[in-house]
């Protein structure tokens, strides 16, 4: 029967509704495939010359190596703004500007200095990109499958965010211990050098916890950040092939295809650095004092203290964010995964609504 108890959840979410409803009506439940893969998402059957199934085990793995080589590169190297970015949030009468920022560091540290948390920055969102994009697929389809085909279809926005949010959740946890390192690394002067350095004085001056105690503010910052890398990266897909490339998905090259996620990546990206920066402050400043909590951070920084730096990130994340979907993209492509169009209305939704007879 229509609606389910998913739908009627997915109603009270303030990002999307469709703009009709569907009458209640009895129908007979359609079963899953046999295989247990879903089909929801992708418009088409497979493509000739796709090395594997989508959904398979090979899909999602080769997926997972697709966001670390994404994410894990992309990261280290924006790795001299980023040290910016976290020094002007945590002492911002010293690192007024992002010029005055770049020079300072260069004034005392040198060249090399632009470098410091190099590694824990690769190592650390190579494990956050394996969890991130692998997870994704994977809980986008274990959605839809719960949902069915029509439901996907309309509420795919939500979809989208659920799986995005589920997968966020595991990837900090991977990301939190160097996340933690590389902060400490880049605004502790004198504290330590390299990765080497840094992890083991941690863990000998505030055990285990010293690695975790900023996985809550991760999940405040990176949480709401990857629901709208997704979501919005999705939707601007669909968006710019529908009003602003001039012929279909299926008859644009390759290289098309790869400008249109590069665009919709740098737009998703801005989005992301507004509503995930007051976290990501909260996230420099504890990691940098040890004996802080995120309620205290946050008091001590105030509403406009929050904001400092977000210039920096806008920049930083709009330019990371499409490199990584277009990285992530450029994968799939290289591998032969599938990838399926834009999602369209299934035929049976066609028919309840009219629009076909």
């Known amino acids: ?53 989508f959904g398979s085990r090979k899909y999602l793995l080769l ?18 703004l980023d040290l910016v970015k976290c020094r ?11 010029g005055k920022g770049f020079s300072l560091t260069l004034k005392e540290d040198g060249a090399r200095g632009l470098a410091k948390g190099w590694a824990p920055t690769f190592i650390g969102y190579s494990m956050q990109g394996l969890c991130k994009f692998g997870f994704y697929e994977m809980f986008k389809i274990f959605y839809s499958d719960m949902l069915g085909e029509e439901n996907t279809y309309l509420w795919r926005t939500s979809l989208y965010l659920a799986a995005s949010a589920s997968a966020e959740f595991f990837a900090d946890i991977a990301l939190a211990p160097m996340e933690a390192c590389k902060v400490r690394i880049q605004t502790c002067p004198g504290y330590a050098n390299n990765l080497r350095q840094c992890a083991p004085k941690m863990f000998a001056e505030e055990g285990v916890w010293a690695f975790y105690k900023g996985v809550v503010p991760l999940w405040m910052r990176q949480i709401p950040y990857t629901m709208m890398k997704f979501a919005c990266f999705e939707r601007t897909v669909e968006l710019l092939y529908k009003h602003v490339v001039p012929k279909p998905r299926a008859d644009c090259t390759k290289s098309e295809q790869l400008i249109v996620t590069f665009t919709a990546g740098y737009i998703a990206g801005v989005f992301c650095a507004i509503v995930s920066h007051p976290a990501d402050s909260v996230v420099s400043v504890l990691n940098k004092e040890s004996g802080s909590t995120a309620v205290q951070v946050l008091k001590k920084l105030g509403p406009k203290g929050v904001w400092k730096g977000l210039v920096a990130r806008i920049i ?42």
């Open 1 to 53: 029967m229509y609606p389910n108890t998913l739908t009627q959840l997915s109603r009270a979410n303030p990002f999307n509704a469709p703009l009709f409803s569907l009458q209640e009506i009895e129908e007979p439940k359609q079963s899953l495939p046999a295989n247990g893969q879903s089909r929801n998402l992708a418009a088409a059957a497979i493509a000739e010359g796709d090395s594997c199934e």
């Open 63 to 80: 997926c997972g190596f697709g966001g670390i080589i994404s994410c894990g590169t992309t990261h280290a190297a924006l790795v001299p």
């Open 88 to 98: 002007m949030q945590v002492d911002p009468d010293k690192y007024k500007s992002i």
């Open 316 to 357: 930083m994340i709009g330019t990371l964010t499409a490199l990584q979907w277009f990285i992530y993209d450029s994968v799939k492509v290289y591998f032969r995964l599938p990838r399926p169009p834009p999602p369209e209305m299934p035929e049976s939704l066609k028919k309840k609504l009219g629009l076909t007879e």
